[in-house]
């Protein structure tokens, strides 16, 4: 009988130590973390700013202002919408924005997640097909895409896609026409491979 009792008591102490080690983590974790609480300036559909740092939202990629899409009524400025978006959803609530101390993008921006309460505005707009699924919400990217909402509801180019292109033909005089197509084109007849 003794012996059961401290097992039993053993087995509790056990279990009290764990939990204790796991609460340990998660206040290590959260020390981490960093949180920022606005106000915040919308720069476009997936960064903010905060009193002069720049804010990306991890996981999804919003149109560049500028890049045109299509839809059943024409073409219009995809970027602008996923702007017109964030801006909605971060002056309609308090937003809180957390991520870890050291994550940044290739720009130098603070990748965070931003939430209102407990909606994550990555989560709505990939839901509202204003953004694309980029590592994260890709639940939300495909009930989108099923919707046809946004983005779904037409034709556009993905943003890394096309945010590649205007820096191809940035860098290349012709583009990618030229680049690609046209000057291999006059270097093959040039050697005179032609009949």
């Not at 804010?55 to 059943?72: I, V, W």
């Not at 191809?168 to 005089?173: A, G, I, K, V």
């Amino acid at each position: 009988m003794a012996l059961k009792g401290r097992q039993l008591r053993d087995l509790a102490v056990g279990a009290a130590m764990l939990f204790l080690a796991l609460l340990i983590i998660a206040k290590l974790e959260n020390n981490q973390a960093i949180r920022f609480s606005g106000p915040f300036v919308v720069i476009d559909g997936d960064t903010l700013a905060d009193n002069g740092r720049r804010l990306r939202l991890r996981g999804l990629d919003a149109p560049e202002l500028g890049q045109m899409c299509t839809r059943a009524d024409g073409a219009y400025d995809c970027g602008l919408a996923a702007r017109a978006g964030l801006v909605s959803l971060i002056e309609a609530h308090a937003v809180q924005c957390f991520g870890p101390e050291d994550a940044e993008d290739r720009y130098g921006r603070r990748l965070v997640t931003c939430r209102s309460g407990e909606v994550d505005l990555g989560h709505k707009l990939v839901g509202a097909g204003l953004a694309v699924a980029d590592g994260d919400y890709h639940m939300a990217e495909r009930q989108a895409t099923a919707d046809r909402l946004g983005l779904w509801g037409g034709t556009f180019e993905r943003p890394e896609d096309w945010r590649r292109r205007r820096l191809l033909e940035t860098r290349e005089p012709g583009g990618w026409f030229q680049t690609f197509l046209l000057e291999p084109l006059i270097g093959w007849m040039g050697r005179g491979d032609m009949p």
